[in-house]
């Protein structure tokens, strides 16, 4: 039950914190979209800044399940194909949770400021480190690291934090599943053919200068 409870409290508080902002939202407001009393969501999250810092962790967190491909396969082009189509998919299933850390990082995070400083630089500089040695053995193409995250980032999460940009465009109807796997594998195609990256060989020989 408490799973179930905490559950339906961040479901809900990503939609109320996505379309009302932290500073619009009320606990009241979260509480009613879960269905439970108010009495009940403070007693699983305290505090609106609480509730809010834990949705915000929830999308990193799967973002950072999404990075694993970095860490499960060294060949550039399985990992980044894995990587990309992952933050994707994410983007479908998750969108309110990418708007609610899209509206944060417009607002200068002024809740989460201290999680950018830590958790993300850390881990943006751990996948840096990844495509730099990648640069270096001649697999990918030379390329900043940082900038090649930020294209992929930018890229992905448009498919969320723009959702009704699309469908508009669309004729007023989400992508279809053939349409997002299209929309998915031209963005993974132009990602890779920018940076030359080319498959691991038998002989660990990578890239032609």
Do not use: C
């Amino acid at each position: 039950m408490r799973a179930e409870n905490e559950r339906a409290i961040l479901a809900a508080a990503e939609e109320v914190f996505a379309e009302s902002g932290f500073r619009g939202a009320t606990t009241g407001m979260i509480a009613e979209r879960a269905g439970l009393p108010k009495a009940n969501l403070h007693y699983y999250f305290p505090t609106k800044e609480a509730l809010y810092r834990k949705v915000v962790e929830h999308i990193f967190n799967i973002w950072l399940d999404a990075a694993n491909s970095f860490d499960e396969n060294d060949d550039p082009v399985e990992a980044l194909t894995a990587y990309i189509s992952k933050k994707m998919d994410i983007s479908r299933a998750h969108p309110m949770g990418s708007k609610v850390w899209a509206n944060e990082i417009l607002h200068k995070a002024p809740v989460i400021q201290d999680y950018l400083e830590t958790t993300l630089r850390s881990w943006t500089s751990s996948r840096v480190a990844v495509i730099d040695r990648w640069v270096a053995e001649g697999r990918i193409a030379p390329v900043n690291g940082e900038y090649l995250l930020y294209l992929i980032w930018a890229t992905t999460q448009h498919y969320a934090d723009f959702n009704h940009q699309i469908d508009t465009l669309n004729g007023d109807a989400p992508l279809s599943d053939a349409q997002f796997e299209e929309a998915k594998q031209t963005v993974v195609r132009i990602v890779l053919a920018g940076i030359g990256a080319v498959p691991a060989t038998a002989g660990g020989e990578g890239r032609e200068a």
